[in-house]
T-cell receptor, first 110, second 111 residues
Framework: DAKTTQPNSMESNEEEPVHLPCNHSTISGTDYIHWYRQLPSQGPEYVIHGLTSNVNNRMASLAIAEDRKSSTLILHRATLRDAAVYYC???????????FGPGTSLSVIP | NAGVTQTPKFRVLKTGQSMTLLCAQDMNHEYMYWYRQDPGMGLRLIHYSVGEGTTAKGEVPDGYNVSRLKKQNFLLGLESAAPSQTSVYFCASFGDTGELFFGEGSRLTVL
């Protein structure tokens, strides 16, 4: 299974942009890059996903490196509600095993 | 449209007791998953299903059994609960948009 690596923790000031990195050097051509986040005492929630091109939605942006070996989740303006654990995962086109790593714990400082 | 619903939300068991966690989704999804999350840890895949009547092992399947008799339901069973199975259990299903939908979790304590 392809794996991802993320920093254990990051800090950001409120109202500033946050760039959360993810390395996936063994990614295959059909693997989708997904990001989820988990607020305290809640189940994970979907943030964004992409295959090759950069993606934007109302929650965040996903920047994918040209060689696809890394990606960055961008929160344009961090709020206190964005304090959560962020998971970067790879999903094969077949929808089989979906494995989560430990993720990055994001703290937002008022 | 309730999404993914887990039952029960809380349960306390004694060592050796058995129980079943029910996951129900009303979105007609083919793929369903059971994860466990220990305090301060990430999610670990227990079992998953790629369609009605199918199940497969994940990362940590030992001590658990699953069944997918109906497309909308994915059951997780503990035949003989152990304290090491104290955890929060999350069920999830995959939609056509590629988005994984999670339930609210079931908190299990084994004494």
């Amino acid at each position: 299974d392809a794996k991802t690596t993320q920093p254990n923790s990051m800090e950001s000031n409120e109202e500033e942009p946050v760039h959360l990195p993810c390395n996936h050097s063994t990614i295959s051509g059909t693997d989708y890059i997904h990001w989820y986040r988990q607020l305290p005492s809640q189940g994970p929630e979907y943030v964004i996903h992409g295959l090759t091109s950069n993606v934007n939605n109302r929650m965040a942006s996903l920047a994918i490196a040209e060689d696809r070996k890394s990606s960055t989740l961008i929160l344009h303006r961090a709020t206190l509600r964005d304090a959560a654990v962020y998971y970067c995962i790879l999903r094969e086109d077949s929808y089989d095993k979906v494995i989560f790593g430990p993720g990055t714990s994001l703290s937002v400082i008022p | 449209n309730a999404g993914v619903t887990q039952t029960p939300k809380f349960r306390v068991l004694k060592t050796g007791q058995s129980m079943t966690l029910l996951c129900a989704q009303d979105m007609n999804h083919e793929y369903m998953y059971w994860y466990r999350q220990d305090p301060g840890m990430g999610l670990r895949l227990i079992h998953y299903s790629v369609g009605e009547g199918t199940t497969a092992k994940g990362e940590v399947p030992d001590g658990y059994n699953v069944s997918r008799l109906k497309k909308q339901n994915f059951l997780l069973g503990l035949e003989s609960a152990a304290p090491s199975q104290t955890s929060v259990y999350f069920c999830a299903s995959f939609g056509d948009t590629g988005e994984l939908f999670f339930g609210e979790g079931s908190r299990l304590t084994v004494l």
